[in-house]
């Protein structure tokens, strides 16, 4: 498509629920990350995927946080058991190439809201 | 410990002078360094892009200079306009081999007509 799409644009979730959020980036990119943004803080790293290989998960805040591109596009951010702390906006944002090389496109983000 | 620091506190501009903001990271060695613009409820997006080895880049009213030696980068806006407010943030990848960047927290700026 012409950008990066995610879904739901907002979700609310009761604590202890599961959720799933998704992201379709870019055809053909080959990188895609995700990222949480706290209100007023810059976008922290969670994840990054080159083609269906998940290379870098050091920043998943615990194991209840998940992800996966099992066919190296659409990829799943699933959040278990979900806890008042993991409100935030998630990101997704595929590039060209991994890297600070090229520059990311960014979805509008889900804003997930435990209550 | 790594840092990326932007001004946290908003930049008031008038309308048609030059706004600058600065970004500085300690414990970094970036190959690239990105400067990306973010409006309330939307992802960021993209602006510009400079290498290690260069020390300043333009794109249009942009400008962005990138001093290693300093380990700072300069983002300015020429001729700036209302419609540039918006939260700036710069980017830059962790050493070589890091296949993610890392972001600073941003600066708001909101130019006054």
């Known amino acids: 498509g012409a950008g990066v799409s995610q879904s739901p644009r907002y979700k609310v979730a009761k604590r202890g629920q599961d959720v799933a959020l998704r992201c379709d980036p870019i055809?053909?990119?080959?990188?895609l990350f995700w990222y949480q943004q706290a209100l007023g803080q810059g976008p922290e790293f969670l994840t990054y995927?080159?083609?269906?290989?998940?290379?870098?998960k050091s920043g998943l805040p615990s194991d209840r946080f998940f992800a996966e591109r099992p066919e190296g596009s659409v990829s799943t951010l699933k959040i278990q058991r979900t806890q008042q702390e993991d409100s935030a906006v998630y990101l997704c944002?595929?590039?060209?190439?991994?890297?600070?090389?090229?520059?990311?496109?960014f979805g509008s983000g889900t804003r997930l809201t435990v209550v | 410990s790594q840092k990326i620091e932007q001004n946290s506190e908003a930049l008031n501009i008038q309308e048609g002078k030059t706004a600058t903001l600065t970004c500085n990271y300690t414990?970094?060695?970036?190959?690239?360094l990105q400067w990306y613009r973010q409006d309330p409820g939307r992802g960021p997006v993209f602006l510009l892009l400079i290498r290690e080895n260069e020390k300043e880049k333009r794109k249009e009213r942009l400008k962005v200079t990138f001093d290693t030696t300093l380990k700072q980068s300069l983002f300015h806006i020429t001729a700036s306009q209302p419609a540039d407010s918006a939260t700036y943030l710069c980017?830059?990848?962790?050493?070589?081999?890091?296949?993610?960047?890392?972001f600073g927290t941003g600066t708001k700026l909101q130019v006054i007509p």
């Open positions: 055809s053909g990119h080959v990188s």
């Open positions: 414990n970094y060695s970036p190959a690239y």
């Open positions: 980017a830059l990848d962790g050493s070589r081999g890091y296949q993610k960047v890392t």
């Open positions: 944002a595929s590039s060209i190439q991994g890297g600070g090389g090229a520059g990311y496109t």
């Open positions: 995927f080159q083609n269906e290989a998940q290379l870098d």
